[in-house]
């Protein structure tokens, strides 16, 4: 009886924070998504669009709200809006704009979120996917109301809280109509677990499409979300080294990655096919998700002090970075050392162009024997290598080249 009411406490509260998101502390009107089961026939259908009518000014606005308890990171909670805008269009290439903000506009406080990224999207034909919605979960037609509209909408759900599982939700526009670039997401909703608790909520709260007069001005790469863009990783071991190299591209909403071990030949990345795909709402959800499972920087448990810092050497490059040490006792007369390297400024000038994956994460990582007496002894380490965009220089921005 308590951990169901633990579970209904948890529910209310994440449910009462997103009304305070969409409706307070902001001078712009803030719509609503709710869902209501009538007669389909009372619908409107909404006409077709898809990446190939792409317009500068086609823009998404979702409301969002994540939170997160019983980490040994600490309880966190992270809430504002996320825009996704067309701003440049040049055929193949759709250029996005993703950028998220506290409920008054003002730049969101957490460092993965404080700037936008830019995402260059190519029109073409999108991997093998299955539907919109949850797994195994059949699509229930409904109407919705978001965002001041009417949509023929599908609605899929699962509750696994029997076995500590999530219940969640999501709803898709059907067709999608001027909400493509999230294949029509209108809402999703999630909460799960007993001791450790998770919990999202994304609704849409605005859209508009774009006039079509204007071709934009394509942006800078300097802070891309990933695809466009490569980075190797070299690992070395006693037995040798070997750099791998990740491409990220996107395609028809889909953002794919695709590595390669040892044949780095050139720096263009042309082969994605059998790469990994996940659609572009579900990264944007990983994306604010991100802010709630690494609430402070450095990643680190709660009330865990920063660990030292000092100059990380990236090819001819430095900066100043944060040395996590990582000890596990092995036997009473050596220690196994882990330290992990991560930049102490995530948007450093020296890391322009690093897509977001890599620059999220630890920048090098070394493991060594350390024993109660005498020198380390080294086992192996990695290390960011290398880095930049595949695209071709007139397929981009002049002042990126």
């Not at 599982?165 to 909703?189: C, F, N, S």
Request: neutral net charge; charged residues 20%.
């Amino acid at each position: 009886m308590q951990r169901q009411s633990f579970r209904q406490e948890f529910i209310a509260g994440a449910c009462v924070a997103l009304v305070l998101l969409m409706g307070c502390g902001t001078s712009k009107p803030r719509g609503s998504s709710t869902v209501t089961e009538v007669p389909l026939e009372n619908t409107a259908a909404v006409a077709h669009t898809s990446w190939q009518d792409a317009r500068v000014g086609d823009r998404v606005e979702y409301a969002f709200y994540v939170h997160a308890s019983g980490m040994s990171r600490g309880n966190s909670s992270s809430a504002g809006q996320l825009f996704v805008e067309v701003v440049a269009v040049r055929p193949p290439w759709v250029w996005l704009s993703i950028r998220v903000t506290r409920n008054d506009g003002q730049p969101h406080p957490h460092p993965f979120l404080r700037h936008a990224f830019v995402l260059p999207m190519r029109m073409g034909q999108a991997p093998a996917h299955r539907p919109p919605g949850i797994r195994g979960s059949p699509p229930i037609p409904i109407r919705a109301f978001a965002a001041g509209h009417h949509w023929l909408a599908q609605r899929t759900s699962r509750d696994e809280s029997s076995g500590d599982g999530p219940t969640q939700h999501r709803i898709y526009a059907e067709p999608p109509g001027p909400l493509y670039l999230t294949r029509g997401l209108l809402e999703v909703d999630s909460v799960s677990g007993f001791n450790v608790t998770f919990g999202h909520r994304l609704a849409l709260v605005s859209f508009q499409r774009g006039s079509g007069t204007s071709e934009g001005v394509l942006p800078r790469m300097d802070r891309p979300f990933g695809p466009g863009t490569w980075y190797e990783m070299k690992a070395r071991t006693r037995e040798g080294s070997r750099v791998t190299r990740i491409c990220l591209g996107a395609e028809q909403g889909y953002l794919l990655r695709k590595g390669w071990t040892d044949s780095t030949d050139g720096t263009r990345c042309e082969d994605f096919q059998d790469a990994e795909s996940v659609a572009l709402e579900d990264a944007l959800i990983q994306l604010v998700d991100e802010s709630v499972f690494v609430p402070t920087w450095p990643p680190r448990d709660y009330g865990a002090p920063l660990p030292r810092q000092g100059p990380l050497h990236l090819g001819q490059d430095s900066l100043r970075a944060y040395f996590d040490e990582t000890p596990d006792s092995m036997d009473h007369e050596s220690l196994k050392v882990t330290v992990q390297g991560f930049a102490t400024d995530v948007w450093n000038p020296v890391l322009r162009g690093l897509p977001r994956e890599a620059r999220f994460k630890e920048l090098s990582a070394e493991t060594f024997w350390q024993p109660r007496a005498g020198l380390h002894q080294f086992i192996e380490d990695t290390r960011l290598s290398g880095w930049g965009t595949w695209l071709e220089p007139s397929e981009l921005s002049s002042s990126t080249r």
